[in-house]
């Protein structure tokens, strides 16, 4: 589990959320919503603190170490604060032999972070991915876990970091 100083508490509209999730799964496998309850928190966070963890594991009944070992497996979770864009660049094999691996250094040059940082700005955080399923259209990369881009040639990445940044 990973160590923080956050104090994380269950509001009344995180609880009805996740009462939710719960309600779709027998009684008996309330744990069985451990990941949407996870995604809920960070929605509402940014992050998925060890707080948070252990707030989650008292809510589904399950050990703290449980939920953690969910948070550590799938890199959809944040384990840190992020920027308020975060990119997951692929770089598997099949997207670096088609500029995958030079998409994320470009990223992270234009940017001014290292991989798996946050810009100065709190703005954009640039991380490696597992494969996202789209090989054919690399370089690809996932913007806030949810919105898939493709063919991200240096131009499209700069033209990206714009509109976000002017839109934020």
Same mark, same amino acid.
């Given at each position: 589990?990973?160590?923080?100083? &956050?104090?994380?508490?269950?509001?009344?509209?995180?609880?009805?959320r996740?009462?939710?999730?719960?309600? %779709?799964?027998?009684?008996? +496998?309330?744990?069985?919503?451990?990941?949407?309850?996870?995604?809920?928190?960070?929605? $509402?966070?940014?992050?998925?603190?060890?707080s948070? $963890? %252990?707030?989650?594991? *008292?809510?589904?009944?399950? #050990?703290?170490?449980?939920? #953690? /070992?969910? *948070? *550590?497996?799938?890199?959809?979770?944040n384990?840190?604060?992020?920027?308020?864009?975060?990119?997951?660049?692929? *770089?598997n094999?099949?997207?670096?032999?088609?500029?995958? +691996?030079?998409?994320?250094e &470009?990223?992270?040059?234009?940017?001014?972070?290292e /991989?798996?940082?946050?810009?100065?700005?709190?703005?954009?955080?640039? +991380?490696?991915? $597992?494969?996202?399923?789209?090989?054919?259209? #690399?370089?690809?990369?996932?913007?806030?876990?949810?919105?898939?881009?493709?063919?991200?040639?240096?131009?499209?990445?700069?033209?990206?970091?714009?509109?976000?940044?002017?839109?934020?």
């Amino acid at each position: 589990m990973s160590s923080d100083n &956050h104090s994380y508490t269950l509001s009344d509209a995180t609880r009805v959320r996740f009462d939710r999730e719960v309600a %779709k799964y027998p009684a008996d +496998q309330r744990q069985s919503a451990v990941m949407a309850c996870l995604s809920i928190v960070q929605q $509402e966070e940014g992050w998925v603190s060890a707080s948070a $963890e %252990k707030a989650v594991a *008292t809510y589904l009944g399950m #050990a703290p170490i449980a939920v #953690a /070992e969910v *948070t *550590t497996f799938y890199n959809m979770y944040n384990q840190k604060p992020t920027g308020r864009f975060k990119f997951n660049v692929c *770089t598997n094999l099949p997207c670096q032999l088609r500029n995958g +691996q030079q998409a994320l250094e &470009h990223l992270c040059s234009r940017l001014g972070v290292e /991989e798996g940082g946050t810009s100065a700005d709190g703005l954009f955080t640039v +991380q490696k991915s $597992e494969c996202l399923g789209a090989c054919a259209d #690399a370089p690809v990369m996932l913007v806030n876990d949810r919105q898939m881009v493709s063919f991200m040639s240096n131009d499209r990445l700069d033209a990206l970091v714009d509109q976000l940044k002017n839109g934020a």
